[in-house]
Structures are given as structure tokens and as C-alpha cells.
């Protein structure tokens, strides 16, 4: 039975758990073949591979710091030369430092900004010396940019807005290609970065309009939507998923 991405080559960064991880498989259960990064934690990586080849399809994962350009980028060109193609790009992988902004370091500043600003940025340059008409790309955000609900987020909620801008103006430049780009807003979500059982969760959670958090694979859900056929008209758009955090 053929599904909605047949044929298909996705490429998912920071593939090995949490919110990439979910990505990557409902991915390969709507048909695409899927190749994943990862920075540390070849174990987790690996159990994803081996998840989506029991769907059926092709994977393999990939390390590579996202910080690391030269690495980000040669992973990309690996990607498309072992697959043969490249049609959808997840710019997944991010890190968030919390805390009152005069206690955070120049250091930290840095690896923010590297992983979640310049990264989706070289990951795309390389995916478009691949990428044909019909191509898509999918940023994921956060919902600290639509809503600063508590303080402690300056620097992880300015990373994750550069991506409104470039998703944007990349969905403008690469429109007349066939190519979409578009972005992810999720909420709180259940995940080892940010348990729903973690010290901050119930604050989290009242902060949502369904009072609870999400779950990966919602999240995955709307990827796989923008990625898919059903999603070939939306560019430039920023979707929420986020169970009304920013309501």
C-alpha cells in the first residue's frame, strides 16, 4: 500500500530522541526513508534506525555536532549520496539555557545561537545543492516566541525567533523552486529536555489552555502534514502546537 511519502528522503537533526525522534519515525510511517544526527548517544540513535527499518524503510544516523558547520554540512552531502536524494530537511536539533539573564555566560550565548540559529541556516545551504521542486523544509520553534509567560528564556526565546524570520523570507526565495518552508511551534512537551514530571512541569502546564502537556508524536503529527502532499500550499507559515500556551 503506498502512503504519502513514498519515495521520499528525509534527513531529521538531533534524530535521537524526544521531539526528532517522534519526527523521524512517523516519517518513515507515512513512507520516507530517514536519516537522523545526533551529537552524543549513539545507543538512542541507532534504536531509532532500528525503528524505522522495522517499518520498512531505509535509515541510518549520522554524527554530527550542529554546532559544528563543517560537520553539519557534511553530514547533509553524506545523507544525499548514500539515498541518492534529499526531500525533506527537519531543522530539529536545539539547546536551551534557562536562567536570569545576568547569569548567563558568553559561553552559553554562543553554543545557543550555534546550534539553533546558525545550524537550521548551513543545514538548509547544503540540502538546497540537493533539493528539487517539491522539496520541504520545516524549521521547529517554540512557543516562548509567541508567549513570554515567565522569565528565565531571553536567550533560548531570541534563538528560536530568528526562526520566524527565516523561515519567512527562505519561503519567499525558494517559493519560485516548488520548494516550502515552514515552522513548528511546540509547546511544552514530555520529553527528557523538559519531563512532564520535571520541577517546572505544573507551572508549564497551567500555562496551556488544555492543561496538560503534549506528546511527541503531536508534534510529529504536524511535521509530517507540512511534509506530506496534503501540505504542497502552506509556505511561510508558523503553526502552533502547543495546546494553546499561546491562546
Known sequence: ??????????????????????????????????????????????????????LGRCSWAVRADSADPAALSAAVGQVAARFGRLDILVNNAGVGVL????????????????????????????????????????????????????????????????MTGLTRTLARELGPRGITVNLVHPGPVDTDMNPADGPGAEGQRTFTALGRYGEPSEVAGAVAYLAGGDGGYVTGAAISVDGGFAA
Open 99 to 162: 536562567g536570569p539573564v545576568e547569569s548567563i555566560a558568553l559561553a552559553d550565548v554562543d553554543r545557543v545561537l550555534q546550534v539553533n540559529v546558525r545550524a537550521p541556516f548551513v543545514a538548509t545551504q547544503a540540502a538546497l545543492r540537493h533539493m528539487t521542486e517539491g522539496g520541504r523544509i520545516i524549521n521547529i520553534g517554540s512557543c516562548m516566541t509567541e508567549r513570554a509567560a515567565f522569565g528565565g528564556g531571553s536567550l533560548y526565546a531570541a534563538s528560536k525567533s530568528a
Open 1 to 54: 500500500m503506498s502512503t504519502a511519502l513514498d519515495g521520499r528522503v528525509a534527513f531529521v537533526t538531533g534524530g535521537s530522541r524526544g521531539i526528532g525522534a517522534a519526527v523521524a519515525i512517523r516519517l518513515a510511517e507515512e513512507g520516507a526513508d530517514v536519516a537522523l544526527s545526533y551529537r552524543d548517544g549513539a545507543d538512542r540513535a541507532e534504536a531509532v534506525v532500528d525503528r524505522v527499518k522495522a
